[in-house]
């Protein structure tokens, strides 16, 4: 059974600093790796998907980079800005589960 | 190109009764999934709907049920409702199943049953 964990689970930081998200997963059969966004409430958004072929993504301020041997992924947010303030979201698709399973989450706070 | 539409935004249900959600996936998606976020906890996988067929479903006991229609929109059905039913429902699309591309989700139904 896929397990994804996210370390740290919150986090907070100054504006202008960049900043490390981490995501492990157990089953290294995974087809794509993708981050999300979650405010408070709402739905996800998409911030940036990995195949499993793939080393890394970049969308602006963000580089998403995957080590699929290993289980992990990391998420690099440059010069953080308060409007970054969210939950994130890494989640994976392992072809025995046919599903998105999703980690638990770090919850970034971004200080002025 | 519009986005994954859910519908209603919020339910507020009585315990025991039944609740519809609807999803609209991205035009020319095919599969539909759901998924629960009760508040605390992760997102739990719900149902997955391919070309009109219930493809995957999670561990959620049968009350939970649901279809997708020939124009590929979604309805999650929940009966008997129980308190713990209380959650944000989120449904997502893709174009062809989970392998190949991400995940596209809408805003969600807030479910409240009391």
């Known amino acids: 059974k896929q397990e994804v964990t996210q370390i740290p689970a919150a986090l907070s930081v100054p504006e202008g600093e960049n900043l490390v998200l981490n995501c492990s997963f157990t089953d290294s059969a995974i087809y794509n790796l993708q981050w999300f966004r979650q405010d408070p409430g709402k739905g996800l958004t998409s911030l940036l998907l990995i195949q499993s072929s793939q080393r890394e993504q970049t969308s602006g301020r963000l580089n998403a980079s995957l080590d699929k041997s290993s289980g992990r992924s990391t998420l690099y947010i440059a010069a953080s800005q308060p409007g970054d303030s969210a939950t994130y979201l890494c989640a994976v698709v392992t072809g025995t589960a046919s599903k998105l399973t999703f980690g638990t989450g770090t919850r970034l706070q971004v200080t002025l | 190109e519009a986005g994954v539409t859910q519908s209603p935004t919020h339910l507020i249900k009585t315990r025991g009764q039944q609740a519809t959600l609807r999803c609209s996936p991205i035009?020319?998606?095919?599969?539909v999934y759901w998924y629960q976020q009760a508040l605390g906890l992760g997102l739990q996988f719900l149902l997955w709907y391919d070309e009109g067929e219930e493809r995957n479903r999670g561990n959620f006991p049968p009350r939970f049920s649901g279809r997708q229609f020939p124009n590929y929109s979604s309805e999650l059905n929940v009966n008997a409702l129980e308190l713990e039913d209380s959650a944000l429902y989120l449904c997502?699309?893709?174009?062809?199943?989970?392998?190949?591309?991400?995940?596209?989700f809408g805003s969600g139904t807030r479910l409240t049953v009391v």
């Open positions: 035009s020319g998606h095919t599969s």
């Open positions: 997502a699309s893709s174009p062809d199943g989970p392998f190949n591309y991400g995940y596209t």
